[in-house]
């Protein structure tokens, strides 16, 4: 639309007063907004804020958090290190080593011999989850994620296997199971950091 | 030989008493920062030991600022560098000494001041809170540094813009008490009625100029961590930062004396106390009574600090320039003229 279009809607400025010129009454009424949130804490108890970690959050069941490698009915990882999620990984905090699958393991060509993510990387886009083509990685409810080291904070397959033993019966894998009827209910999860 | 002893005993525990209530104002402030915004703001420092209210925050805040890493970038001057905090902390901190903080004359027990007399008082403190600009301006120059040169610029012009609103809004309490000792204007007030009431105009002036004198929002352009990444100050870290913080806390202190020395009646409580009072217990009373205007003061700074946004710059200077100082002026000429009036036909 051009400049001089007919249609087009020119919105003026609201003109002063000459109280909202000298400021003063609108600083008072300011003052008074400020005042009575200040009072509202401070005397009736009204902050908004959860008062963690007494008061724990419980997050919405899209909620994406810690991840955690699925094991399938024999308690084998189910990932095929196909790489996949390494490569959709736009933060490049997966690290897969492959190797060929045991003999007895006659469903797969390999599995991951080591499959570590740098959780202070990873951005909890999802997209591992998405390219996964086993439904092997997939991303848990918990957020209590705090380290006191930087290697802390490195999920090696044993710890993301160990994730997914703790959160199995609260979260069921997303493509195994029915999803989740519509009350879709969540649970406080422990920290996966011991 | 007494005589000195009780000047040095006195500075000592004016310094440790406001260094200490610096520390505790940060937690108010800190508090009232969380309340404006719906938080609770910090309220676990100490808990373990049992003590409520963080009131062990103070102490881990200062543990912080001297345990921190203290970093002094390779390509600072140097000398000026570490000069420049100092010389903030100390133009906060010697503005003190004229300030009365409780009753003084000849004739109480204790003269709570620690120059007491000075008779150009008011003048002392304002030659001395302006050498903050030093600290300024020294700390942008030697930080070497693009953001911290403009903030210091800026800021020394905004200081000394406000200093001229600043002086002549006082003036016109000092012609009606007809003196510059700050003692002796409040005397005035306790035999008549607090400078409020006969200089609005002035008190406004002056309260609003004693904001941007001391860097407080919505006039605290010398940091705006927005668009300057802290301003004069960036490149400080550790104490070094901790001390301009605290001459910047410490001159907020004095701002708040002098708002209520000059327009609040000192420790003048109509109906309760007056001049004539010189016993030990009055004189506490007194300086309780003076403590707790001052601490309403300071209450007030903070939370004005989160109602109002801060000013751009030239909406900063138009307001120093084309406002107050015209304002000023006007104040000074009618109160000059009134005070020649009744000087002249009543008394």
Redesign the interface.
Known sequence: MRADHPKLKKLEPPKLTLADRFFLPQVAAGLLVTGRHIFGVAFQDKAITVQYPEVQHVPSPVYRGVHRLNKDEEGRPKCVACMLCATACPAHCIDIVGATAPETWPDREKYPESFVIDELRCIYCGMCEEACPVEAIELTGLYDLTGLSREEMIFDKTKLLSVFDATRDAEPMKYTTPPPGPSGQTQLLDSPIA | MLLVIGIVLKILIVVAISQGTVAYLILVERK?A???????GPNRAGSEFGIPFALLQPLADGAKMLLKEDVVPKYVTKPLYILAPWIAITAAMIGFAVVPFGPVGPDQIINFQIAPNVNIGILYVFAVGSLAVYGVILAGWASNNKYAFIGALRSSAQLISYEMPLGMSILGMVLIAGSLDLSTIVDWQDRHVWGVFVQPLGF?LFFVSAFAETNRLPFDLPESEQELVGGFHTEYSAMKFGMFFLGEYLHVITVSYLTVILFFGGWDLPYFLDAEQTGLISAIVKVGVLLIKVGLVILFIM??R???PRFRYDQLMDLAWKSMIPLALVNLVATAAIVQLIRTYWV
Do not use: E, P
């Not at chain 2, 969380?34 to 609770?40: G, H, K, L, N, V």
């Open positions: 009232v969380a309340y404006a915004q719906d938080r609770i406004i939370w004005i989160w109602t109002l």
